[in-house]
């Protein structure tokens, strides 16, 4: 029995979307097929307002073409959603990627037909699609997550998750509004409704450590000199470990004096983008004094910008230091608290209780919304491959091989699960997420084209390769501040019962090192990975 497809890709973002080009590429018969009614992921999900790249624009669109490079011309340093969301219907366009998508299909099974040696992937609404290679490139940030909290099922007014905000304009205005949550999402979308609500109320269970985006828009002049520099930049990025255009400082902060350290750091605080992060002194991130004084540096910060002390007080995270979970990038999020209509809660002051069909209840208070917003996060890196139920040989199945944190050989391949080949999931080399994702899709393109060159039906990898791997992504975790703490990076989401103990979500050792140790398993023919004819 022959399967449909070469190739079935799940996910028409980022990753999927030069999935399905590669593969086009290569002559094979290939499907994508994709929840949304339009391409996107992330970029056609998250359109809150304010929703926005926290890398430079310029560094993440696609390198792949350098037509699409020298046609597409970015507006802004860091793009808004609908400019992004614009841009990849662009490259779908160009390339002719959309009509190898199947839209409104939801996958919901994915399982390893052993008889035949392929795999059966069934939607939802009952489609069953055969294909030899499954690519799941479902995303680190698409499972959204609801308030673990009473009653939500109860509210009678508007609601909406930042992750599936609607499409058409939502008449915020005049309106009194409540939002859930103080992550990344509502970082950003606080300021922008703050200008235009009756009264805001933000409901904050745990502060993270912000700092300035410094957007700015692109002249064209600068546009053209950016073109003409693409080489130089993307060359830089290919040798940052996120591949961002911010490296690590060579020097340490606890070895230069007070004063270069102060004025280093007021640097950082007034460029634009990840520098202050992923560009700070080289200890900062691993040593529990120098991240002390870089966390004490910023609430100071906080201090000068936020008027009321009391209220610049919950602001400052206490449980966490400074870059042990992603940064989130703001403009003017700290100045948005000044306003006469904006009111923080902090609920381990003053309990959340319910959501009732009024509004939200706390142990001392009731509040009334015409309008609740909930910036409650995601079940993060591994959320959306266990919303599927993916099976394997002998009836195994991913989510229970991996309920005590991932286990994978480079982050692409899982023993037992053949010829299933991961896009960016745990333990692969994450970072700026086009850099990172071309050369995860290339080097599953390459393992594909192998595979189909040799004649090879089936490919595994090994219990050796995926404790060899395991262990080395576990031993490069070891002593980052931030894997002890607990965050989507970490796969926490205090909203999921089952998600509370840190894990090691992600490979540590920089995008170059990961690039290195790929290639090398290339090079020696495949190593830890095995080739059934």
């Known amino acids: ?122 939607s939802t609404d009952g489609k069953c699609f055969t294909s030899r290679f499954f690519v799941p490139a479902v995303g680190i940030l698409s499972a959204a997550v609801m308030p673990n909290i009473p009653g939500v099922e109860t509210y009678k007014g508007i609601s909406y998750h930042t992750h599936k905000w609607p499409q058409k304009d939502v008449d915020l205005s005049g309106k009194k509004v409540g939002i859930i949550g103080t992550g990344a999402t509502a970082v950003q979308i606080i300021p922008e409704i703050s200008k235009v609500v009756d009264h805001l109320t933000v409901f904050q269970r745990t502060p993270n450590w912000c700092t300035p985006l410094h957007n ?98 919950r602001l400052i995270p206490k449980c966490h230091g400074f870059g042990t979970r992603r940064v989130p990038q703001e403009s003017g999020y700290y100045e948005a608290f000044n306003k006469d209509n904006v009111e923080l809660v902090d609920i381990n002051e003053d309990p959340l209780k319910e959501i009732n069909e009024n509004g939200v209840r706390t142990e001392n208070n009731q509040f009334d919304f015409d309008i609740l917003i909930y910036a409650t996060g995601f079940d993060a890196i591994t959320g959306a491959f266990e919303r599927i139920h993916i099976e394997g040989l002998e009836g195994k199945l991913l989510k229970d091989l991996w309920s005590d944190g991932p286990v994978t050989y480079l982050g692409v391949l899982v023993k037992d699960f053949p010829n299933m080949f991961i896009c960016m999931g745990p333990h692969s080399g994450l970072g700026n997420y086009t850099r990172t994702a071309e050369y995860s899709v290339e080097w599953v393109s390459e393992l594909i084209e192998y595979a189909i060159q040799e004649d090879k039906k089936k490919v595994e990898t090994t219990d050796e390769g995926m404790d060899e791997w395991t262990d080395h ?45 790929c290639d090398k398993v290339k090079a020696e023919g495949y190593r830890n990975v095995v080739f059934n004819p």
Request: glycine letters at 8%; aromatic letters at 12%; proline letters at 4%.
């Open 216 to 313: 700015k828009k692109i002249s064209p002049e600068r546009m053209r000199e950016i073109k003409g520099n693409y080489d130089e930049i993307l060359e830089l990025c290919r040798q940052t470990p996120g591949c961002y255009i911010h490296s690590t400082d060579p020097r340490a902060a606890l070895e230069v004096s007070e004063r270069e350290r102060l004025e280093f750091w007021e640097k950082l605080y007034g460029e634009p983008g990840f520098g202050i992060w992923q560009g700070n002194f080289k200890d900062v991130l691993t040593d529990r004094k120098a991240n002390a004084l870089m966390s004490d540096f910023l609430a100071g910060k906080i201090r000068e910008r936020v008027k009321d002390p009391v209220v610049a007080e």
């Open 473 to 517: 992504v576990l031993s490069l975790g070891v002593g980052l501040l931030a894997n002890e703490v607990g965050s989507w990076m970490t796969g926490v989401n205090r909203n999921l019962e089952t998600k509370q103990k840190p894990k090691i979500m992600r490979y540590s050792g920089g995008h170059p090192a990961y690039r290195e140790f």
């Open 1 to 122: 029995m022959t399967p449909d497809l070469d190739v079935l890709i799940v996910g028409a973002g980022v990753a999927g979307l030069y999935q399905i080009y590669q593969t086009k590429k290569m002559g094979l018969r290939v499907k994508c097929l994709e929840t949304a009614p339009k391409i996107g992921g992330t970029w056609y999900w998250n359109r809150y307002p304010g929703a926005r790249f926290d890398s430079e624009s310029w560094t993440y669109g696609y390198s792949f073409s350098k037509d699409l490079l020298e046609e597409w011309d970015w507006t802004e340093d860091f793009a808004p959603q609908t400019e992004t969301e614009k841009y990849l219907n662009f490259v779908a366009d160009k390339f002719d990627l959309k009509s190898s998508i199947e839209f409104n299909t939801q996958v919901s099974s994915a399982k390893y037909n052993e008889e035949h040696d392929f795999w059966e992937i069934r």
